[in-house]
């Protein structure tokens, strides 16, 4: 598997070749407005990345303020979001459990594919982590606000797959936290098989890369959770 945090950290652009593979048919954006309706709201986004929510998000919210702990992420970001031409934005570096955001600031509080490494990150005290990141997000939501957490449900299924390595963080979350979820598909196209091969060996590795060209087509399925809880 690749050492993901060198990829966030030295593959800024490579990664955004991947990811704006993903959700071809817009469907993740239409899922959040069901959970929480994003116009007239203020949103900060944890674990921006390079920006594909937040430039989704930022097109129907009042107002958007991203973060993300990598300065090579931001950059692809900052850079992508100047194209929109918008101005109802902020980009900011900023870590999960110590979010640099003042309180009470947001109506909907966001996380795509970030919270989910804690897990493999701190195996012996994730609970913990995920606890402080959760009481940021509480922290900086208004009373009423939304949280909204978006994980990986398997890339390369058809349908939803818990991965061990998750499972706990998922329960944990439905079960002690007292969110909801449901899943959606969110599937990669690509250019051509061989751009799908390559970009799915440089994030996910070989083994599923070789799914991928054994299959030779270009689009690959992802499916996607999203849990939400107001407070």
């Known amino acids: 598997m690749p050492n993901l945090r060198a990829i966030y950290f030295h593959h800024a652009n490579r990664y955004e070749d991947l990811i704006a593979c993903e959700d071809y048919k817009n469907i993740l954006i239409r ?99 995920a606890s402080l990141a959760l009481g940021e997000m509480e922290r900086i939501l208004r009373p009423g606000g939304t949280m909204i957490l978006i994980e990986t449900l398997g890339t390369g299924y058809e349908e939803p797959k818990r991965y061990e390595s998750l499972s706990a963080f998922y329960r944990w979350l439905e079960e002690e936290k007292g969110f909801s979820s449901n899943w959606i598909r969110t599937d990669y196209r690509f250019e051509s098989v061989e751009q799908a091969v390559d970009l799915i060996g440089f994030f996910f590795g070989d083994e599923l890369a070789e799914k991928v060209a054994i299959k030779q087509s270009r689009v690959v399925p992802e499916c996607t959770g999203l849990w939400w809880r107001t407070i």
């Not at 959040?32 to 919210?61: H, K, N, Y």
């Not at 958007?64 to 100047?82: C, G, Q, R, T, W």
Request: aromatic residues 10%; negative net charge.
């Open 31 to 129: 899922a959040i407005g069901e959970i929480c309706p994003l116009e007239g709201r203020d949103v900060v986004e944890f674990g921006a990345g390079t920006g594909r929510i937040t430039r989704q998000v930022a097109s129907l919210a009042r107002s958007i303020h991203a973060f993300d702990y990598s300065h090579p992420m931001l950059e692809v970001a900052h850079e992508k979001m100047n194209a929109l031409g918008l101005s109802n934005w902020a980009i900011s570096m900023g870590e999960n459990r110590q979010m640099p955001a003042v309180s009470q600031c947001a109506d909907l509080a966001i996380e795509g594919w970030s919270f989910g490494h804690l897990p493999s990150w701190y195996p012996n005290g994730w609970q913990r982590q």
